[in-house]
Nanobody
Framework: QVQLVESGGGSVQAGGSLRLSCAAS????????MGWYRQAPGKQRELVAT???????NYADSVKGRFTISRDNAKNTVYLQMNSLKPEDTAVYYC??????????????WGQGTQVTVHS
């Protein structure tokens, strides 16, 4: 059983910063990619940033230059440093682990979500 536990969400003024963390636990051998997605009220879930085990990254255009994803493969943990936050960044942020190798079938997993609210 693989679980993703997120932390670090909260409320901040525009221009402020937050750091999200997500730790994957369970009988994990390796994880291909970990990343963050977000869903604002009334909108579809969208990609924020992802990072492969080899260090390749992908960012949404809307967060490039403001958000930085990083990862500790040994700890199966992914981080999202969010700077210069804007009200439009307000959403529930979900951690994703893609291509998780365990004793069972290869799988994808999601965290429970953490709320980020940016006040203008």
């Amino acid at each position: 059983q693989v679980q993703l536990v997120e932390s670090g969400g909260g409320s901040v003024q525009a221009g402020g910063s937050l750091r999200l963390s997500c730790a994957a636990s369970g009988s994990i051998f390796s994880i291909n990619a970990m990343g963050w997605y977000r869903q604002a009220p009334g909108k579809q879930r969208e990609l924020v940033a992802t990072m492969t085990s080899g260090g390749s990254t992908n960012y949404a255009d809307s967060v490039k230059g403001r958000f930085t994803i990083s990862r500790d493969n040994a700890k199966n943990t992914v981080y999202l440093q969010m700077n210069s936050l804007k009200p439009e960044d307000t959403a529930v942020y979900y951690c994703n682990a893609h291509g998780v190798f365990t004793r069972g079938p290869l799988g994808d997993y999601w965290g429970q979500g953490t709320q980020v609210t940016v006040h203008s």
